[in-house]
């Protein structure tokens, strides 16, 4: 299993938002940067993610998972955007900030830290841990 991470802005699309659409879940659309693209073509069914609220709270929320592999981004008009399914699994019990990630010496190297504006992005087993540990999981 690989680690993820999912940017959303909270007043766009929500963690809240993802927990009411249920196990049905939601497509991970809009995203136009290939480097972001290209992450979602390498997840595959069952792996996990932490949800991140950008731009306010700047926070990792929630954990997800991936429940369709990357297709077609049916927002997009040009068919090499493509984006994955992800479903809500459970709320972190307390919601882990980037400026604590920074102040964490095992997220020293985590993508998130050193490049915050990538919308999708791995997460390291290790990292995975970290968090979840600071989390109360």
Known sequence: MAYWLFKSEPDVFSWDDLVARGDRGEEWDGVRNYQARNFMRAMKLGDQ?????????????????????????????????????????????????????????????MVLVNNSRLSVQPVSEAEWDAILRLSGL
């Open 49 to 109: 993610g932490l949800f991140y609220h950008s731009n306010i709270g700047k926070e990792a929320v929630g954990i997800v998972e991936v429940i369709a592999e990357a297709h077609r981004d049916s927002k997009a008009e040009d068919p090499k955007w493509e984006c994955v399914d992800i479903k809500a699994v459970k709320p972190l019990p307390k919601a882990i900030s980037l400026d604590q990630a920074k102040q964490e010496p095992a997220l020293k190297d």
